[in-house]
């Protein structure tokens, strides 16, 4: 597992903050319950440490890259610049196991200016469980500029080839090209 990009560094008022981030299954075999811890440094110290909130896709395939943020509930020692992020990832073996992770096939997802809205469907073959994440992630050209998650509108299990629906608030920040995921948990 290797960290391919990073986004700027996304704080709120409240001093917390997210690091979106790329990131490259380099293994051979499909992994699921990726999770990362990440730190930051400056000049060797250590200023800030904090974790994943969930990753998009669910599975990702050896070779296939995959978004996340780390969430940092102190900021307020990280400089502007001259930053070190550092990372490490768990992961579980891709399967269909009682509450591993579970792709959903996103059908539709459309920018209507403030809410990215769409839906997915459960083509795993296999029933699903709530909650269903719904990750969202947006770019200013080629960078990555921002993240957030959100949840479906559905909470409740479904069967195979079941939808779920979702409508997500972009509170007013720019993303005309963007990326989402979707993902439960295999019952």
Do not use: C, H, R, W
């Given at each position: 597992m290797s960290v391919v990009a990073t986004a700027p560094l996304d704080s709120d008022s409240i001093g917390s903050g997210m690091l979106p981030f790329a990131f490259r299954n380099n293994t051979s075999s499909p992994i699921s319950h990726v999770d990362f811890t990440g730190t930051a440094s400056v000049g060797g110290k250590l200023v800030a440490s904090g974790s994943s909130q969930g990753t998009i896709p669910a599975?990702?395939?050896?070779?296939?890259a995959g978004f996340g943020y780390i969430?940092?509930?102190?900021?307020?020692?990280?400089?502007?610049?001259?930053?070190?992020?550092?990372?490490?990832?768990?992961?579980?073996?891709?399967?269909?196991?009682?509450?591993?992770?579970?792709?959903?096939?996103?059908?539709?997802?459309?920018?209507?200016?403030t809410s990215i809205i769409g839906g997915a469907v459960n083509k795993t073959g296999k029933p699903l469980a709530g909650p269903y994440s719904v990750g969202v992630y947006c770019f200013?050209?080629?960078?990555?500029?921002?993240?957030?998650?959100?949840?479906?509108?559905?909470?409740?299990?479904?069967?195979?080839?079941?939808?779920?629906?979702?409508s997500h608030d972009l509170y007013d920040e720019p993303c005309d090209t963007f990326a989402v995921g979707v993902s439960g948990y295999f019952k």
């Open positions: 599975q990702v395939k050896p070779g296939e969430y940092f509930e102190d900021v307020s020692s990280i400089p502007a610049s001259g930053v070190q992020y550092d990372f490490k990832a768990s992961t579980m073996p891709a399967d269909v196991s009682s509450y591993n992770t579970a792709p959903l096939n996103v059908t539709q997802a459309d920018n209507n200016g200013n050209g080629d960078a990555l500029s921002t993240s957030t998650i959100d949840y479906a509108t559905e909470t409740g299990d479904i069967e195979a080839d079941a939808t779920v629906s979702f």
